[in-house]
């Protein structure tokens, strides 16, 4: 609980300090020329990481068990949040746009913390004797982690669009270029893209009900989200898709997704 708690505040504070670093002087930019940052970027990332580092240990604590690994729900959320919250922190001094889904990731992981430490439950596997299980789960949760950063990318990139059509985006330093975000968004996708497709092959290979039953609905939403991401990637490289094209296939992909990683799971 002590971790829990302390990654909670570090994520609060990292949020605070944040919102002096961008927030406080891109309002302050609709009044003067030059803008000077309240707090340093470095101070954000330090605190952040602080954070990611409280809330790695609180999710091996609920994870491990002596029995095995304890993949319920709520471990699994906590564990996703902190992958997207290790991944947005690190690219944090390199890329200057991650600032809005770095804000909604921190929220997330203090609700997950939050929800993993008081709701109870058993879901034991036994990762360690299955290499190849351990190689397909860790790839499907990363490639997932990059998709949701992507669906926030998306988010982003829809409004600066809509503020540039009605002409009512004022200058501000600290206001991500609409070209660089949108870079940004296809790097992600292609490379969640490319891990995605590593877990369907990995997954095929190595699980061998993978295509039984009671597990064939994870096969074919994952197989439609994959399509769907297909589509994404072409529209925006060949077409130049912007704004509700690519937001509507962004979240049609992440539901699939979903669906495909947690529709079966309860507590």
Not at 10 to 16: D, E, R, S, T
Request: aromatic share 14%; with cysteine; net charge positive.
């Amino acid at each position: 609980m002590l971790f829990a708690i302390l990654a909670m505040v570090g994520y609060l504070a990292a949020l605070h300090l944040g919102a002096l670093a961008w927030i406080v002087p891109m309002r302050n930019g609709d009044h003067q020329t030059e803008v000077t940052p309240k707090v340093s970027l470095k101070v954000v990332w330090l605190v952040g990481l602080i954070a990611c580092v409280c809330h790695f240990i609180n999710v091996s604590q609920h994870l491990i068990d002596q029995n095995g690994q304890n993949f319920t729900l709520a471990n699994v959320a906590s564990l996703m949040s902190l992958m997207m919250s290790l991944l947005a922190t690190l690219a944090l001094p390199k890329w200057k746009t991650i600032w809005f889904p770095l804000s909604v990731i921190y929220i997330l992981s203090i609700v997950c913390i939050g929800v993993s430490s008081f709701v109870s439950g058993s879901f034991i596997k036994q990762l360690a004797e299955d290499i190849g299980l351990l190689f397909h789960l860790a790839i499907a949760l990363f490639s997932y982690a990059l998709f949701f950063i992507a669906l926030l990318y998306a988010f982003q990139l829809k409004w600066l669009d809509y503020r540039l059509k009605q002409k009512t985006m004022r200058f501000s330093p600290v206001l991500p270029p609409l070209m660089t975000v949108e870079r940004h968004f296809f790097n992600l996708t292609l490379v969640a893209q490319g891990l995605l497709t590593i877990a369907l092959i990995s997954g095929m290979i190595y699980l061998h009900n993978f295509f039984a039953p009671e597990q064939i609905h994870k096969a074919i939403f994952s197989f439609m989200a994959w399509i769907v991401y297909n589509f994404l990637l072409l529209g925006q490289w060949k077409l130049h898709w912007r704004g509700n094209r690519v937001l509507i296939y962004s979240i049609s992909g992440m539901m699939l997704l979903t669906i495909a990683y947690f529709g079966s799971r309860v507590l």
